[in-house]
């Protein structure tokens, strides 16, 4: 599947969840990096939290490029 339409279904799927212009609004251009360095750093091999939580690599990497996408569209 297509890596942008990967994206995009992410962030139809956070758009789902709730109003997300109202929460990026909220957020700093900080808390938006740290949120997508977080989704980052889960997507490296060895990460406990993605064990207990059954997160790959894969998700995390695209949820990191959606919140990336939402940081540059709230520029």
């Known amino acids: ?3 942008l ?3 995009q279904e992410e962030i ?4 789902e969840r709730g109003d997300v212009a109202a929460v ?3 957020n700093s251009r900080n808390d938006r ?5 977080a989704y980052l750093g ?3 091999e060895k990460v406990l939290r ?6 790959d690599a894969k998700s995390n ?15």
């Open 33 to 37: 990096i740290a949120i997508a360095i």
């Open 42 to 44: 889960r997507s490296s």
């Open 24 to 26: 990026e609004a909220k």
């Open 50 to 55: 993605n064990e207990k939580e059954g997160c």
């Open 61 to 75: 990497l695209i949820k990191a490029a959606a919140v990336i996408c939402a940081a540059i569209e709230n520029e």
């Open 12 to 15: 139809d799927k956070q758009s």
């Open 5 to 7: 339409k990967l994206i």
């Open 1 to 3: 599947m297509n890596a």
